[in-house]
């Protein structure tokens, strides 16, 4: 079977080739970024049921903060890809500071609301030791943010133009450092500290995200002002308007997109740390099952957030080029490609699910219940990351404000309201919590690719 592209005949697999060619490195570089909070989860395991539960509540708020901010920046690749296919290259460079500089920002106002954190945890219901607990935590995590999410920007731009492995290599350094440190501050290894539990694994990985941060940025100047084609080598006045201004019209631009991006991220995280405040009002016990599970699931996804982002990278080149065959097949190879990753991971969830908890705890009851929690969230696997690389598709049509409405309306109309009622009215536990995001994912999912087919046929 054959696609065309302008007058050219282009092959599906071409398509599917490419795609996973660029996914590769973005997955490992993505899978890189969680495997550091998997760690942290594991060591954390081991200092005790109570420590789980701890970092499980302050994952639910930091990461869901996190991942706005992300979502926001990611306004950055698509700008950079349109304006590669469009040859203007100044226009690349532009977009690095601006986004440099809103980093910068979303990492401020993260910090600023961080202290609030154990006031919220009281609202929500939580008693009195889970709040203040999570809330060290969550402090712990903040003041990693300003350099992973330089890390972040830095790493996009350098996808966007062809080179995906820097951060690969990055982040396989920061995780081969974030054992041996998360067990000298988590658990006490050596005696050189005390053990501090679930903030001395996150206070750890955040040392190591600020490394990274610093790394890739040093990489990124290096070897653009070596070719200088993206003029990065700016002088003072732009990086003034940059920081003055935010950016001017390239700003504008960037919150233009980002903004809804970064709501659509933060919907489905905030959904997912939503059903984390039900899993600790249900028992410590549930909430710590909870948190093994998602940290599974979480780690799965990054496979799709690599395939998403290398979709919106080949979608927003070939939107750029104005080549609309290529943009919508680019769009469907990714997406059905994202679909299938997840299938041996799924399998894995159906058949082996006491070793994948067996390696967080060894508490019975909290292996226990994630069992029969893992039997329904590998339904959810394949749903997620199609939905993810859907996104992932529209923003590289620049479609942003129509997938996050239905984004809010899935998971706010019927995952939330569902994993209500199947985890805590009907006493369900952590898999009525799941199934409830399974119903909210599934309807994201087809309302996403309905919407990419509609848009990529009248872009």
Not at 205 to 216: N, P
Not at 391 to 418: E, N, Y
Request: aromatic content about 8%; overall charge neutral.
């Amino acid at each position: 079977m054959t696609l065309t592209a302008g007058d050219r005949p282009i092959p599906i697999g071409h398509h599917i080739r490419r795609t996973f060619a660029l996914a590769a490195p973005i997955i490992l570089a993505r899978a890189g970024i969680i495997v550091i909070t998997t760690v942290d989860t594991i060591m954390t395991g081991w200092a005790g049921a109570d420590e789980l539960a701890y970092l499980a509540l302050a994952l639910a708020t930091q990461v869901s903060l996190m991942m706005v901010a992300i979502g926001a920046l990611q306004a950055a690749a698509v700008m950079t890809a349109q304006a590669i296919g469009a040859g203007d290259d100044a226009m690349v460079g532009n977009v690095l500071r601006v986004a440099l500089v809103h980093a910068f920002l979303f990492a401020f106002a993260i910090l600023i609301i961080t202290p609030f954190s154990q006031d919220f945890f009281l609202l929500t219901g939580q008693n009195e030791d889970l709040a203040a607990g999570a809330a060290a935590v969550t402090f712990a995590f903040a003041v990693g943010l300003p350099g992973f999410l330089v890390f972040m920007v830095c790493n996009m731009f350098l996808e966007a133009i062809g080179r995906p492995k820097a951060g690969m290599v990055v982040m396989l350094a920061v995780n081969l450092a974030n054992v041996p440190l998360n067990g000298v501050m988590a658990l006490g290894w050596g005696g050189l500290l005390e053990p501090l539990g679930a903030e001395g694994a996150t206070f750890a990985s955040s040392i190591l995200r600020t490394f990274a941060g610093l790394a890739i940025l040093v990489i990124v100047f290096r070897s653009t002002a070596r070719g200088g084609r993206f003029l990065l080598s700016a002088g003072a006045r732009q990086w003034a308007d940059a920081v003055l201004r935010l950016g001017g019209a390239t700003g504008r631009q960037l919150r233009h997109l980002g903004l809804p991006m970064g709501i659509a991220q933060g919907v489905e995280s905030a959904a997912f740390a939503t059903v984390v405040m039900f899993a600790g009002l249900i028992g410590a016990n549930d909430l710590a099952a909870y948190q093994i599970v998602t940290g599974f699931v979480t780690l799965t996804f990054m496979m799709a957030v690599g395939t998403s982002g290398a979709t919106a990278i080949r979608v927003g080149r070939a939107f750029g080029a104005g080549e609309r065959a290529a943009m919508r097949h680019a769009g469907w190879a990714g997406i059905g490609l994202g679909a299938l990753l997840p299938v041996p991971v799924m399998l894995a969830f159906l058949f082996v699910p006491e070793t994948l908890a067996g390696l967080i705890t060894g508490d019975a009851q909290v292996i226990a219940i994630a069992v029969q929690a893992f039997a329904v969230a590998a339904f959810m696997l394949s749903g997620d990351a199609g939905m993810g690389v859907a996104l992932g598709a529209l923003r590289g049509l620049g479609d942003v404000w129509v997938p996050t409405l239905l984004q809010i309306a899935a998971f706010w109309l019927f995952a939330i309201p569902s994993a209500w009622v199947g985890g805590v009215a009907l006493d369900l536990g952590v898999s009525g919590l799941f199934g409830g995001l399974l119903a909210g994912v599934c309807i994201s999912f087809l309302c996403l690719a309905v919407r990419f087919q509609v848009v990529s046929r009248r872009s």
